[in-house]
């Protein structure tokens, strides 16, 4: 992720959750707003600040009824990054991600979006980047 983010070419992280027919139930986006890219070669190379800021978000969600609906039995999740098509494929071919597969995701039959609620959770705002967090239920 930190590459897409350095080049400006990650929009959006999603977490879905998907039922038995894979479906999205219940998603989580990370939608990017801004990025500073000058802080990717002054400080924090190791993302320390985000860590700490998505960590809290987490505990936050895991803590919160609000944001929670019991699991269905067999749900799975994915995880989706909103990119554009040139660092899809420079994503490919990294040695370093070799092992770590990327498939381009294709909404399985009779997914319709239907009625959306959205749930604004939480705003990360360091000096890397901002990004705004809501989760999507269908």
């Known amino acids: 992720i ?3 983010l350095s080049s400006g070419s ?4 999603v977490f879905a959750i998907l039922d038995q027919k894979d479906h999205k139930v219940r998603q ?3 939608d990017t ?3 500073n890219y000058n802080c990717f070669q002054d400080q924090d ?3 320390i ?3 700490q800021s998505l960590r809290a978000f987490f505990l936050k969600l895991a803590n919160s009824e609000a944001f929670s609906k019991p699991a269905s039995e067999g ?3 994915s995880i989706m990054m909103h990119t554009n098509e040139s660092a899809a494929v420079n994503m490919a071919k990294t040695a370093k991600l070799e092992h770590f597969p990327f498939i381009e995701y294709k909404s399985p039959e009779g997914d319709s979006q239907g009625e959306i609620s959205i ?3 939480h705003t990360v705002n360091i000096d890397l980047f901002k990004v705004q967090i809501y989760a999507e239920d269908t």
Do not use: G, M, W
């Open 119 to 121: 749930t604004p959770i």
């Open 45 to 47: 190379h190791y993302l």
């Open 49 to 51: 600040q985000c860590e």
């Open 33 to 35: 707003l801004t990025v």
């Open 28 to 30: 989580f986006i990370f």
């Open 2 to 4: 930190k590459e897409l």
């Open 10 to 13: 990650l929009s959006k992280v």
């Open 75 to 77: 749900n799975t999740f």
